[in-house]
């Protein structure tokens, strides 16, 4: 027999949905929206209550009432659970557990007095996961699979001016959570929109803006196919025709960069359909992706749809908010991973200009745990369904210029259900190209696509060394997903840049990922997997995006920015052979692929020592993209005394929709003189007495040689040396990796508990000597650290040593000095880069500098707390009435806690505070890397264990801070 729940269990998408269809919101027909506060009853079963709910008179008054869209367990029903790629059920296809949280909701309704009584209507959900029953006055319309996806039903025939009831049941689980098995949060929910639209007599139904662009005739063809015929019209171009028919004018092409939109009306018997028309024409021609005869690269970002409160439920907003943060960071591209996003956003994209790769709503990644054994998408009984998804996205989105690609899915292993969604894809849109990463051999797909591959093998793929099947070695290539933002980092974007940029094959890459999905949360800030006692979860790895949950950019994006600027300087000459002579002219690479550089304004200015002391406008002449010119800098101004550099920057010319005029587009700079060399401390004899030894201004304990005070300023915690930090989630690594994780051998060898033995404090004629070993338990290696004081009476020298001993077969996570300040020291001022962090791979937007900031202000807040702040290339600081000069330059951090306390915190919330600012001076950092989910640093940026020496100059600042 049948259950009145089978539905649940059943692969089919659903019965009794209207067939899929473009997404639009009509110009003159009434619409409504059933969005806002429903009731709502959750049940722990699938089964638990009967259907009386969505019957009349049913009174729901003592139900809890629920914001729809949303998720039931955002909102105070249930909790949240997140997994990567785990199901958190028994896998056994199609069933799923008998505990199935099922949200019965409920909503009642007039129609609008103005409501025509004439024609039919639909009833439209644009999300709802997983699964869903729906009534409409007591009548069973019938139930949909396929989640962020949207389905329809008539209901013109049930509606009733008043008193309408809307009863949806909502299962958190179905068959569809197999097709669903994304890595991110498990979220139950009417999360989209509700609408009830009404459908005229005559209305249109269907339709298919095709409009391509000719460019070599600057021609855009335009037909637009419609279910029901009628008449198209875009003023600007002076088209008026019938559906179906194809015209020919000159016009402005769609591109990311340029994204001209014509705004054009559909008009049907009974109905009025706004337009807006892109032209543009994608293809492979020469195994490369091209739009408009153009070459395109992407630098793009796998965007979720994530609010730290509504979690997927997004509003418009938001949505903006997500498109101009893109735009502003020089981001052209966006996959959304891993399912369509709500159509408006796809309106963003068209209107402010981002290429789109748009991926259906289907990952069966679980499925690896068992060798993909029983995988849906290999399995024909599941093939309608993933046909159902393909079509949903497809017919939904295809009028979107931006979108340019179709995605299968993600991570779904290989089957026969893909190839028939390929191939159902290709036959209804050959406009678009179609994807799946999942595809080595680029059986179903038209270009070739990766994730994670390291540097060398991407290179090796531009190289076109990467062997493979024919049709594979003939198609351009892709890196859907790279550079893991997971925490601190990804290090080695610009590695990655460089090869995109130097093969045309590779035509770019979308960092994973755009956003943290920290849930905000009273206890932790942002809570992240295991938060809420899941039995199964994956920690923080769902917090690794390039803003923080948010909204804020982390260093990542700004990082990102850098990396990807569509304007490149170089010096010429290229470097100063010699200083003081620095360049005379820039060469200046338009890396646009559509625009001149017009649209830029540029200038220059002139540093020294950090300050600007003069600046002006620099003329560019017109470069069309590829082209570079070069420009004539004035001749530098004023002195050359100290350090002296040139900085050029591109600013936007003038307002666009997404930033105003000024707004920073692309940056370099280039050294004219080089830092002179710091002034010798020496001179000054150490004198012993008192159970103290005293150097110029420094006073040190005689029997520890530790440095107590210099001049006036209290040191709290001596300095000494420091190769610890507080492992990044990238340190770490991620469990799968196969290569070496140096964050875990770290913590092996105990290099958070190194032991200072102090061999000796020798007083000479000018220098304070102290000798020790510095070495963990257990262990037989360590390293020789010597720490030399000397001082010309004012400013104190410490030159420190280090030899190590022993066999060093893991590089260093740091090598500097660690040094305690009052907890009053607040204001930190440095000359170096700026204004945010930086580490060895991850250093490209750090601009040299003077900064300002507090202690406070140096903290990057990782969603789960780990190694951050460092400014890289730091000449000098003044922190705490000191100023540190040195010798070489140095990284600066400081802390209100200690790198252990950073290291045990879980969430940003027990950092708590000391009464010290623990300062660390870092010679040398080891690289970032991405090996949370990708490459670990490249060779050039670990930090083996080798003798090493370096200075710092302190002396008391004029004003205490
Ligand atoms: C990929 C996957 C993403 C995400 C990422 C790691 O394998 O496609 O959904 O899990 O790894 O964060």
């Known amino acids: 027999m049948r259950a009145a729940t089978d539905y649940v269990e059943d692969v089919a998408p659903g019965s009794g949905t209207l067939p899929p269809r473009a997404w639009y919101a009509s110009s003159d027909a009434a619409s409504l929206s059933l969005n806002g506060s429903w009731r709502f009853r959750l049940s722990p079963t699938a089964d638990a209550e009967d259907d009386a709910f969505a019957g009349p008179g049913f009174d ?45 909701h409920l909503r009642l309704f007039d129609l609008p007095s103005d409501w025509p009584s004439d024609g039919g209507a639909v009833l439209r959900f644009d999300g709802v996961e997983s699964c869903a029953r729906v009534w409409l006055n007591g009548t069973d319309l019938g139930e949909f699979k396929g989640s962020r996806l949207p389905h329809e039903f008539a209901v013109g025939h049930l509606l009733r001016p008043e008193g309408n009831v809307l009863a949806v049941r909502v299962h958190q689980w179905s068959a569809g959570s197999y097709l669903e098995d994304q890595d991110q949060w498990w979220l139950p929910g009417i999360f ?30 335009l037909k637009v196919d419609s279910d029901v015929a009628g008449r198209v019209t875009v003023p600007a171009l002076g088209i008026d025709v019938p559906t179906g028919a194809s015209v020919t004018v000159p016009v402005e092409p769609w591109t990311a960069e340029t994204p001209r939109l014509y705004d054009g009306v559909l008009a049907t018997e009974g109905e009025r ?4 028309i892109g032209f543009r024409t994608v293809v492979v021609e020469d195994g490369l992706i091209e739009v408009n005869g153009r070459a395109i690269l992407f630098k793009g970002v796998n965007r979720h749809e994530w609010h730290p409160e509504q979690g997927r439920a997004l509003d418009r907003e938001t949505m903006r908010e997500d498109v101009l943060l893109m735009k502003r960071h020089n981001i052209n591209a966006v996959r959304t991973s891993h399912y369509p996003p709500h159509p408006a956003f796809l309106d963003l994209c068209d209107e402010l200009g981002l290429w789109v790769i748009d991926e259906c709503d289907l990952e069966t990644h679980g499925f690896v745990e068992q060798s993909w054994r029983d995988n849906p998408v290999d399995d024909e009984r599941w093939t309608p369904a993933l046909l159902d998804r393909a079509a949903r996205m497809v017919e939904r989105d295809k009028n979107h210029p931006s979108v340019v690609v179709w995605s299968l899915g993600n991570e779904a292993g290989t089957g026969r259900g893909l190839t028939a969604m390929a191939e159902w894809i290709h036959g209804r849109d050959s406009s678009r190209l179609v994807h799946y990463e999942g595809d080595r ?85 942002f809570a992240y997997g295991g938060d809420f006692g899941e039995e ?105 005394d100290g350090e002296t550099q040139w900085t050029v920057r591109a600013l936007l010319a003038s307002d666009t929709a997404w930033a105003p005029k000024g707004h920073p587009v692309a940056w370099a700079q280039f050294p004219v003189s080089a830092r002179p060399p710091l002034r010798v401390a020496r001179g000054a004899a150490p004198a012993r007495g008192d159970g103290r030894i005293t150097l110029g201004p420094g006073s040190f304990d005689a029997r520890t040689g530790a440095l107590l005070s210099i001049g006036a300023v209290e040191v709290t915690g001596p300095p000494r040396l420091d190769v610890w930090r507080a492992p990044t989630d990238n340190d770490d690594g991620a469990t799968w990796q196969s290569d070496v994780r140096y964050g875990l051998l770290w913590r092996t060898l105990g290099l958070q508990r190194m032991r200072h033995r102090l061999d000796s404090v020798e007083t000479g004629e000018d220098a304070l000597t102290v000798r020790t070993r510095v070495a963990p338990a257990g262990r037989e290696l360590g390293l020789a650290t010597v720490y030399r004081w000397t001082s010309d009476g004012e400013r104190l020298r410490l030159t420190v040593s280090v030899g190590p001993q022993g066999e060093w077969t893991v590089p260093l996570p ?42 406070d202000g140096l903290q990057t807040p990782y969603v789960r707390p780990q190694e951050n702040g460092a400014r890289a290339d730091v ?42 600012v623990w300062v660390n001076l870092d010679h040398a950092q080891h690289g970032i890397g991405s090996q949370s ?24 600042t004029a004003e205490r801070a």
């Open 60 to 104: 729901a008054g003592h139900w809890a009432r629920i914001s729809v869209p949303g998720h039931w367990v955002l909102q105070g029903h249930g909790a949240p659970a997140y997994t990567n790629h785990l199901y958190p059920f028994p896998v056994d296809p199609p069933r799923v557990p008998t505990e199935n949280p099922t949200g019965d």
């Open 814 to 855: 740091r090598l500097g000095i660690r040094f305690g300040l009052s907890g009053a020291a607040d204001r930190v001022r440095w000359f170096g880069g700026g204004p945010g962090e930086a580490y060895p791979d991850t250093r490209s937007a750090s601009r040299l500098g003077r900064w300002e900031s507090t202690v």
């Open 273 to 276: 359909v706004p337009l807006r």
């Open 933 to 956: 989910c990708g490459p670990g640093p490249l060779p050039r940026y670990f930090l083996w264990a080798a003798p090493a020496e370096f200075s710092f100059v302190f002396s008391e």
């Open 441 to 525: 051999d680029c059986r179903d797909t038209d270009m070739y696509s990766r994730m994670y591959a390291v540097h060398e093998e991407v290179d090796r793929i531009g190289r076109g060394l990467d062997g493979g099947p024919l049709k594979r070695r003939r198609l351009p290539f892709v890196l859907c997903e790279y550079g893991h933002a997971m925490g601190n980092g990804p290090g080695g974007l610009a590695d990655y840049q460089r090869l995109f940029e130097t093969h045309d094959r590779v035509q770019g890459g979308f960092v994973w990922e755009w956003i943290d999905h920290g849930v905000k949360d009273e206890r932790h800030g």
């Open 536 to 640: 199964l979860h994956d920690g923080n790895f769902v917090c690794d995006g390039l803003l923080f949950p948010d909204r804020t950019p982390s260093p990542g994006l700004v990082e990102y920015k850098k990396v990807i600027e569509p304007v490149r300087f170089e010096a010429r000459p290229p470097a100063p052979a010699e200083y003081g002579a620095g360049p005379g002219t820039v060469r200046i690479r338009n890396a646009h692929d559509f625009l001149d550089l017009t649209a830029l304004a540029f200038e220059w200015s002139y540093q020294v020592d950090g300050e600007t002391v003069a600046s002006g406008g620099l003329p560019v002449p017109r470069a069309a993209p590829g082209e570079s010119v070069e420009v004539k800098l004035p001749e530098p101004p004023g002195t050359r």
């Open 875 to 916: 000449r000098w600081a003044e922190i705490g009435g000191l100023r540190i000069e040195g010798d070489p330059e140095f990284w600066l951090s400081g802390r209100r806690w200690t790198n252990e306390h950073l290291d045990a915190a879980r969430h940003l919330t027990d950092l708590i505070p000391g009464d010290t």
């Open 192 to 221: 989209r929109d509700v609408t009830l639209l009404h459908r005229p007599a005559g209305c249109a139904l269907d339709f298919f803006v095709h409009a391509s662009y000719d460019h070599t005739a600057g021609a855009g063809t």
